[in-house]
C-alpha cells in the first residue's frame, strides 16, 4: 500500500509510525494553556499535534447533562486562529478533528495538513464526503463501527474521489481495557482496505501503543496531558486517559527506533557479533592428558569458551579420530592434532 503525506510526514509503507499528541479538550479552555501542551508535545517529540474543533450546538443538543461542560471546553475561530499561528511560527504540525462542516471549512483555511474524523462521526456520511472532497488527508477513527460500517465510510471518502486515507483502529472505552484492545484487527482493516492503519489508542499505560507500533502501525495516536491529575478538576476533559510529556516522549523514541530495530528480515550477522564469535563460541579442549595414539572418546572432550582449535560445533566429526600427539589437559584440540 502506498504511504499517506500528512504535511511532508510520511504515514504507512517503510516509515517510523507517526505519534499524535492529542490536546483535544485537555486545554481545558484556556488559550494559553494549550499553547504550552503544543510546545510540550513538541519537545517529547510528537510528530503532529491534533485539537478538537467544533461548535458546540452543532453536534449535541443543549439539554444534555454535560452541555455547559462541553461548552466552556470549546475554542472560537478566532482561538483557533491564534493557534495555528503559534504552531505554524513553532514549527510544529497541527491539525483537528472537525466536527461538522463549517468547521471543516475553517480548518482548510488554517491549513491543516489533515482531516480527523473521529469514531463518534463514523457513520456521519454528509461530514464525511464533506471533508473528503477538500483532497486533504483523511485519518478516519473506527471505534464503535463493525466492519461493514468501516466498508460504507470507506467508500464515502473514495466515492468522493480521495484516496489519501488513513485508518486508525479504535476501542471507544475509557479506558480500554488491554484485554479488549484486539490489536490484530490492524492487520484485517489494511488487508482489506488496503490503506495505512494506526491505532487510537484508549488503553493506560503504554503497551498497547508499542505493541501496535511493532506491528507495523503507520500511527499512534494518544490523549495527551501535563499532569492527569487535572482529571479532578475537569471531569469531563481526557485528562484521565492521556499520557503525560515524560511517557509521550518515551513513545516517540520507541517509534523512531522501531524500524530499525526490525531490520529487513534477512538473518546476517553484526560486525560485532563476527568479531564476538571467537570468544564467545566454545572449542573442544581436552579434559584430561591425552596421550598420541588414542582414539578420541566423547569422555576425552570438554566444550570450553574461548573458541580455540576445533569448533564444538565439529564434536561428531572429531569423535574416533587418532590423536598423532600428546595434548596436555584443558588444552584445546586442533587439526593437527589428529590423524
Not at 234 to 258: K, N, Q, T, V
Not at 285 to 291: G, I, Q, T, V
Request: proline share 4%.
Amino acid at each position: 500500500m502506498r504511504p499517506v503525506s500528512i504535511g511532508g510526514l510520511a504515514a504507512g509503507g517503510n516509515a517510523a509510525p507517526l505519534v499524535v499528541a492529542e490536546i483535544g479538550i485537555n486545554h481545558n479552555g484556556d488559550l494559553e494553556h494549550a499553547k504550552k501542551m503544543i510546545e510540550s508535545a513538541h519537545r517529547a517529540g510528537a510528530a503532529m499535534v491534533k485539537l478538537q474543533s467544533f461548535q458546540p450546538d452543532s453536534f449535541m443538543k443543549s439539554d444534555i447533562p454535560y452541555y455547559d461542560n462541553i461548552r466552556r471546553l470549546s475554542f472560537s475561530f478566532e482561538q483557533h486562529e491564534e493557534l495555528f499561528a503559534f504552531a505554524k511560527k513553532s514549527g510544529i504540525t497541527l491539525f483537528s478533528a472537525a466536527f461538522d462542516t463549517a468547521t471543516a471549512d475553517f480548518l482548510d483555511q488554517m491549513g491543516a495538513p489533515a482531516f480527523k474524523i473521529a469514531s463518534m462521526d463514523g457513520n456521519n456520511i454528509p461530514l464525511l464526503r464533506h471533508v473528503a472532497k477538500k483532497g486533504k488527508p483523511v485519518i478516519l477513527a473506527t471505534g464503535m463501527a463493525d466492519i461493514d460500517e468501516v466498508n460504507a465510510a470507506v467508500q464515502v471518502v473514495r466515492g468522493a474521489g480521495n484516496t489519501q486515507l488513513i485508518l486508525l483502529h479504535c476501542v471507544s472505552d475509557y479506558p480500554a481495557n488491554i484485554t479488549q484492545m484486539n490489536l490484530n484487527v490492524m492487520r484485517t482493516l489494511a488487508e482489506r482496505f488496503n490503506v495505512p492503519v494506526g491505532l487510537s489508542d484508549h488503553s493506560e499505560g503504554l503497551h498497547a501503543s508499542f505493541a501496535a507500533a511493532a506491528m507495523g502501525a503507520a500511527l499512534i495516536e494518544r490523549h495527551f496531558t501535563l499532569d492527569r491529575k487535572m482529571a479532578k478538576i475537569f471531569p469531563f476533559s481526557d485528562h484521565a486517559i492521556s499520557i503525560e510529556p515524560g511517557e509521550l516522549e518515551e513513545l516517540a523514541r520507541y517509534c523512531r527506533s522501531i524500524r530499525a530495530m526490525q531490520g529487513n528480515g534477512r538473518k546476517t550477522l553484526s560486525k560485532n557479533e563476527t568479531d564476538n564469535r571467537d570468544n564467545f563460541r566454545r572449542g573442544l579442549f581436552a579434559s584430561r592428558f591425552l596421550h598420541a595414539g588414542e582414539t578420541v572418546t566423547p569422555e576425552m572432550l570438554i566444550a570450553l569458551r574461548p573458541l580455540r582449535g576445533f569448533s564444538v560445533a565439529a564434536w561428531d566429526a572429531v569423535i574416533g579420530k587418532k590423536l598423532v600427539r600428546d595434548v596436555n589437559e584443558r588444552d584445546p584440540i586442533s587439526p593437527s592434532d589428529l590423524a
